[in-house]
């Protein structure tokens, strides 16, 4: 992305860039600016910083439902740590276990077991799989057959818990209720496969944002359940799935998406407005879907030169961590000059009312950059993680590197975290809170997997 200063401020421009993380420091970006304004003045900022889904003015996506919590709050007083792994650890184990408590909403209680394993209790000492299992599940009957499932009040992702639950090595025979009937893992895992539903010739017919918001998790899935030896299986329907089909073709949409990003620039470059725009419509700035597509190549899968393009994929990924940074800086200061009248629409249900009883905090641009970068940062590296842990692909020195220096800043963002009153956001949005925790849970176990502490091995 071209710049309109001179050869020595553009260098000057580029080291900030790179030292610190999103919403912790850096410049303004001149030239991003005038995109933002010249795309449409403030009526395009939602775009151009990332989006409703991305969590830019707007929050990160559908409301989980929360059962009442009638328990006092408890403060979590900020903390100003050194940044290195340990604190990093201790930071965001704080903070995912403290408001996973507090809120007790699906998606917290499902990323806390992401980023801390089976060992994690809530409040009461109820084991977060239990909680999960016995307060979110429904049931339903297709066709004369009876299925459990997690409803998208609160599995915003399909076989995202399913997922979860295979990686975290829940047992098969954990007890799941349901409408007052009693089923285990088992039955979620039969009942997935019965459910879900795709068609070769149109990967949007059973939902339109279906490669955005549930391919990922159903690739996480549905490749350790189904192997390629086996890889297919009839539906609830009478339709026939085919693993191959779904991950050939998931994988050439996303390819489509990727080649949008365009060579780097000169220096410190961001990426493509083009590609923001159409990134920031994916979960998490797509990078759930690298970790997807990493996993079916773990469990297996080769068809139509998968080898060959998922190794693409990983270079694209590292290609990325730079540029994302650059962009989220470029937002995060955008978003403070321009982003005062979202602002005040933040906070809102659907129905437009207010889901906390405070005014924003002062410093929620410093948290929302945060944030975001937490996001990003955090899901690149636990694609990256996963594929250093399960030796999938010969990484370079130089890859290497980059992923260690990336880490580094990643501890950076979340010591910084850390030193914030979350109370106040808490007071202010819970959901807000809520997407935190989800961001942190991802980031934890980014920086956990590869060592003794892999939250998948905990007991």
């Not at 399913?162 to 090595?169: M, S, W």
């Given at each position: 992305?071209?710049r309109?200063k ?13 030292d610190?993380?999103?919403?912790t ?5 001149g030239r ?10 403030l009526?395009?900022?939602a775009?151009a910083?990332?989006?409703?889904k991305?969590g ?6 559908k409301?989980p ?5 009638t328990?006092?709050?408890t403060p ?8 290195d ?8 184990t ?11 909403n699906?998606?917290s209680?499902?990323h806390a077991l992401r980023?801390i394993g089976?060992?994690?209790t809530m409040?009461d ?5 239990d909680?999960l299992?016995t ?6 009957v297709?066709?004369?057959?009876r ?14 818990f ?8 829940v047992?098969?025979?954990q ?14 895992i039969?009942?997935?496969k ?10 949007r017919r059973?939902d339109p944002?279906?490669p ?5 998790w159903?690739?996480i ?7 390629p030896?086996n890889p297919?299986?009839?539906n ?5 799935i085919?693993?191959?089909q779904?991950v050939?073709?998931?994988l050439?949409d ?6 949008k ?6 220096g410190?470059?961001?990426l493509p ?9 994916y ?9 997807g597509?990493f996993s ?8 139509n ?6 190794r693409q ?11 994302d ?9 955008a978003?403070?000059?321009y ?5 005040a629409?933040?906070g ?10 405070s ?6 641009i410093?948290?929302?950059g945060l944030?975001?970068?937490?996001v990003?940062?955090g ?5 990256l993680?996963?594929?250093r842990?399960?030796?999938l692909?010969?990484?370079t020195p130089g ?9 580094t800043?990643?501890?950076e963002g ?6 914030y009153?979350l109370?106040?956001?808490m007071r202010?949005?819970?959901k ?5 925790v ?5 980031a934890?176990r980014?920086i ?5 502490e892999?939250?998948d091995?905990a007991?």
């Open positions: 992305m071209g309109s001179n050869k020595d401020e553009r260098k000057d421009q580029g080291r900030r860039l790179k610190s993380p999103a919403g420091g850096g410049v303004n970006s991003r600016k005038l995109i933002i304004a010249g795309a449409g003045g009526g395009a900022l775009v910083v990332g989006g409703y991305a830019w003015f707007g929050g990160g996506g409301t439902v929360t059962p009442p919590n328990a006092p709050p979590l007083p900020p903390l100003k740590l050194a940044a792994r340990a604190n990093a650890i201790r930071a965001t704080d903070i995912v276990s403290h408001y996973t408590r507090e809120l007790r699906a998606s209680g499902i980023g089976r060992v994690f409040k000492g109820m084991k977060v799989t909680f299992c307060t979110f599940a429904a049931d339903k297709v066709n004369g057959e299925y459990v499932y997690f409803p998208r009040e609160h599995e915003v992702h399909d076989t995202s399913l997922k979860t639950f295979l990686e975290a090595g047992s098969p025979d007890l799941i209720t349901a409408g007052g009937n009693r089923y285990t893992l088992n039955d979620l039969r009942s997935a019965a459910l879900f539903r795709f068609d070769p010739g149109d990967i059973f944002e279906f955005e918001d549930h391919l990922p159903c690739l899935a549905f490749s350790k359940l189904a192997p030896d297919t299986w009839v609830a329907y009478g339709e026939t085919d693993m191959n779904l050939d073709l998931g050439a996303y390819e489509s998406v990727c080649a990003i365009g060579p780097p620039g000169n410190p470059s961001g407005l083009q590609f923001r725009e159409v990134i920031t419509k979960s998490c700035y797509g990078m759930h879907a690298f970790y597509f079916a190549y773990r469990n297996g899968y080769r068809v030169d998968y080898e060959k393009r998922t994929l990983l270079d694209h990924l590292i290609t990325r961590l730079d540029r940074l650059v962009s989220l800086k470029e937002e995060t200061e978003a403070r000059s982003g005062q009248q979202y602002i629409r933040m809102a249900a659907a129905d437009g009312r207010r889901r906390g009883s005014p924003p905090p002062a410093e929620l410093d948290v929302l944030k975001n970068f937490i990003t940062t899901h690149a590296l636990e694609a993680n996963f594929v842990l399960h030796k692909f010969p990484l890859q290497i590197r980059e992923i260690e220096r990336q880490e800043r990643l501890f979340l010591v910084g975290l850390r030193s009153d109370d106040a956001f202010w949005d819970p807000f809170v809520s997407d935190l989800i961001a942190e849970g991802h934890l980014a956990k997997l590869l060592g003794p892999n939250p091995l007991q």
